[in-house]
């Protein structure tokens, strides 16, 4: 039963263009988190997703930042026109229910940003 | 607005001995506490978690302590091994408000000397 999948595991990108970030929840796993974590900081929630449907994007930033988890396939975290202040390590959770506070996280997708 | 605060970035202990972890909250609407343990380039991993009708939970070396009045958690390591050393990272939930996202520290690296 392999864990939750995030790839690619390094993604390095140039000033203005998009970055694309997946994950892959654990099997049986409906509920999907986003989190980020800038250097020396902690995790930052950024967005948490069922099938289809975006439950919280209180912590996503207003503009250039999208998430989706559609009925098939992965969950889908994307950055248009990305800055130097978006290089950090976006880190992907997933639940069985909600309320199920300990998430199992996958390892993360490191972006920078030349 | 740093709601969850682990004020000592680094604790070096010697292996046997016990890690004492500290965290402190502001927000006197979190109900549910969880600590993370994360080693270099992978995700947090979920070690134990305490809700906020109690004061003591256990689970084998792990013990994490509350104290809402002070409104403090620990987290004890006893004995500590060489794998424990890692980034400690506290997290609180509002789980009696149906809220999902967890509330991070910027965590403690614990370092346990053989």
């Known amino acids: 039963n392999a864990g939750v999948m995030q790839n690619p595991r390094h993604l390095v990108r140039r000033r203005g263009q998009e970055a694309r970030l997946r994950c892959s929840p654990m099997?049986?796993?409906?509920?999907v988190y986003w989190y980020r974590q800038l250097p020396e900081e902690g995790l930052k929630f950024m967005v948490y997703?069922?099938?289809?449907?975006?439950?919280?994007e209180s912590g996503m930033p207003k503009e250039r930042f999208s998430a989706e988890f559609p009925k098939e396939g992965p969950s889908i975290l994307r950055i248009q026109q990305v800055v130097r202040g978006d290089s950090a390590a976006y880190f992907c959770?997933?639940?069985?229910?909600?309320?199920?506070?300990?998430?199992?996280f996958g390892s993360g997708t490191r972006l920078t940003v030349v | 607005d740093q709601q969850v605060k682990q004020n000592s970035p680094s604790l070096s202990v010697q292996e046997g001995r016990i890690s004492i972890l500290n965290c402190d909250y502001t927000?006197?609407?979190?109900?549910?506490f969880l600590w993370y343990k994360k080693y270099p380039a992978e995700g947090p991993t979920f070690l134990i978690s305490?809700?906020?009708?109690?004061d003591k939970n256990e689970d084998g070396r792990f013990t994490v302590f509350l104290n809402k009045s002070a409104k403090h958690l620990s987290l004890h390591i006893v004995p500590s091994q060489p794998g424990d050393s890692a980034v400690y990272f506290c997290?609180?939930?509002?789980?009696?408000?149906?809220?999902?996202?967890?509330?991070f520290g910027t965590g403690t690296r614990l370092t346990i000397i053989p």
């Open positions: 959770a997933s639940s069985q229910t909600d309320r199920d506070y300990g998430y199992t």
């Open positions: 099997k049986g796993h409906s509920h």
């Open positions: 997703l069922q099938k289809e449907n975006i439950i919280d």
């Open positions: 927000n006197s609407m979190f109900d549910y």
């Open positions: 305490i809700s906020s009708i109690k």
């Open positions: 997290a609180a939930a509002r789980a009696y408000f149906g809220n999902e996202k967890l509330t």
